[in-house]
């Protein structure tokens, strides 16, 4: 995630989520029913048939906290591909460290403009559940489509409309001005980066936006 570090809101923000790393995937994806973090099956489902995770590639899970992903990513994957866990909050990269051990996954407490990967490496950068809380939305955007490899997949998913989330979100204090901007402007963003949109979907339940570079 990406602030001004020298700004008391950045700290704020990531003390938010460091605190509550270890309780993180139980506040948001467990199901009482089950008591397994199953809450968002289907709409995990609709997100992998809407988007082709590159098997044999790089994938780059970008503010993945305690790595909710990674269950649904892992069995996509082929045993020599790649899977980078991403967040700038350390105590979530510690937690999703204990969890997920398999030797594809490497891990990166940093930034999101400070990830220390090659230009032109990445097959696929991922932003679930994330984008909002980046503060300089358009540079980071440029720098992850910096990042990707030519015909390299930019993913930007929400289990929210933009509508809910910008709603659910004004709820919590450090979050609380944290917004996913218009549709004019997204599309925007993505075209000042050189990517090309191919899909932008908002809707009650699921927010996806898929470009390629």
Not at 9 to 23: I, P
Not at 54 to 81: E, K, N, Q, R, W
Request: charged letters at 25%; aromatic letters at 8%; glycine letters at 6%.
């Amino acid at each position: 995630m990406s602030e001004q570090k020298n700004s008391g809101l950045y700290h704020e923000r990531r003390e938010f989520f460091n605190e509550r790393a270890e309780r993180w995937l139980d506040l948001c994806y467990l199901d009482p029913a089950t008591e397994q973090h199953s809450l968002h099956d289907p709409q995990f489902a609709r997100l992998f048939e809407e988007v082709k995770v590159p098997a044999d590639g790089v994938v780059l899970d970008v503010g993945c906290g305690s790595g909710v992903v990674v269950p649904y990513i892992l069995p996509l994957l082929s045993p020599t591909a790649r899977l980078v866990e991403v967040d700038y909050a350390e105590k979530m990269i510690a937690e999703n460290r204990r969890l997920h051990r398999d030797p594809r996954i490497s891990f990166m407490a940093c930034d999101a403009l400070a990830i220390d990967l090659p230009p032109g490496s990445v097959d696929m950068a991922l932003c679930f559940s994330c984008f909002p809380h980046f503060e300089d939305k358009p540079a980071v955007v440029k720098g992850l489509a910096n990042l990707l490899r030519n015909g390299g997949q930019l993913v930007i998913a929400h289990f929210n409309s933009a509508h809910e989330l910008n709603h659910h979100h004004r709820k919590f204090g450090p979050v609380q001005h944290d917004m996913l901007p218009d549709e004019m402007t997204m599309r925007a963003m993505i075209a000042d980066a050189g990517l090309a949109l191919e899909c932008f979907i908002d809707q009650s339940g699921f927010y996806l936006i898929k470009a390629w570079k």
